[in-house]
């Protein structure tokens, strides 16, 4: 894997590579558009992989219901048990919901929009903290304009960058960084709330008030940490590292192709999904299939918590290493 920070000289002139000061700057488009062209050109039949995932409501329903559950039997828990099946059990089950918004967000389970934003909010009940309609609206901006100054939001702040310089501030950085992928778009590019935002908070506020009520607060907690613990430093959260950290300059998308993908609608196939949004998750895997010339040449990873860990103590990467691109007048 190649390295992602800068050369600096140092006072004996010994040459070394330090993390970088800016972003990665690219003065061509998004490599997503391009290949997707190619491949259609070439390999018309993928256009059959497009469209929803007749299972998606179906498997949604099972975690929704599986996380309720637990949340309900660990009412009497004692804190440390509570948060231990929050890290090794809930944790999996709420990512994958967040996952599965990531899915719905993309119209892929079913035709209908409005029917995948109800589904969405049905996803986010467990998760906690309503979020399914506001994704929405940020992570289809990722798609269109990615890596686009001010308008890409999964890109860190300038004060996130030049804040996490060393292992122990990525350390922590990792640890929150959940906190600071949904709260950076609100900050840096808020956008007024409308019916299906409010719809969402107040069906979301509902349900998280009738847990404390009727099973207490633990259960409730038990919810929040399994978003939380799943968020940070844990081997399922290193797809946001993964996807589009930048350890090869010559690279900006990434995917993973390792058994975490089965928990995870197969997001870790992530140049094969911005190249083609419209397929569901679980046909991911026959795009590569049928172009394979298009991605075996791209750097790739089997191991999501060596991301994680190559992050962490690699002192030429941090949050500077991603790549932008200016924006054009017309966006």
Aim: charged residues 20%.
């Amino acid at each position: 894997m190649g390295r992602g920070g800068e050369m600096r000289e140092e006072a004996n002139g010994e040459k070394v590579m330090v993390m970088a000061r800016d972003f990665f700057w690219s003065y061509t488009d998004e490599p997503h558009a391009t290949r997707r062209r190619q491949i259609l050109s070439q390999y018309p039949q993928i256009k059959d992989l497009f469209g929803p995932d007749p299972w998606a409501a179906l498997k949604i329903s099972g975690v929704v219901l599986l996380q309720l559950l637990t949340a309900t039997l660990l009412q009497y828990a004692s804190w440390l048990k509570m948060l231990i099946v929050a890290y090794f059990f809930g944790s999996f089950l709420n990512h994958n919901l967040f996952l599965a918004i990531h899915e719905l967000s993309h119209n892929l389970a079913f035709s209908t929009p409005s029917y995948n934003r109800w589904l969405g909010i049905f996803a986010n009940l467990p998760i906690g903290v309503p979020m399914s309609v506001t994704f929405q609206k940020y992570h289809l901006e990722h798609h269109r304009y990615q890596g686009v100054d001010g308008i890409d939001m999964d890109i860190p702040s300038q004060a996130e960058a030049h804040l996490v310089r060393n292992t122990l501030t990525k350390s922590i950085w990792v640890v929150l960084q959940l906190f600071f992928y949904a709260l950076r778009p609100l900050f840096l590019k808020p956008k007024p709330p409308g019916l299906w935002e409010f719809t969402n908070f107040a069906i979301q506020l509902t349900l998280d008030a009738a847990i404390v009520y009727f099973y207490g607060w633990r259960s409730f907690l038990y919810l929040i940490a399994s978003t939380f613990v799943g968020g940070g430093m844990h081997p399922i959260a290193g797809h946001f590292i993964s996807e589009h950290y930048v350890f090869n300059p010559k690279q900006e998308t990434y995917s993973y192709y390792g058994p975490l993908n089965f928990l995870t609608w197969h997001v870790g196939y992530h140049n094969e999904h911005h190249d083609f949004p419209r397929i569901p998750g679980t046909k991911l895997h026959k795009v590569k299939e049928i172009a394979p010339e298009y991605y075996e040449g791209l750097e790739a990873y089997k191991s999501w918590s060596q991301v994680i860990y190559m992050y962490v103590m690699d002192r030429t990467v941090g949050p500077f290493s991603r790549m932008k691109r200016k924006s054009k007048k017309s966006e």
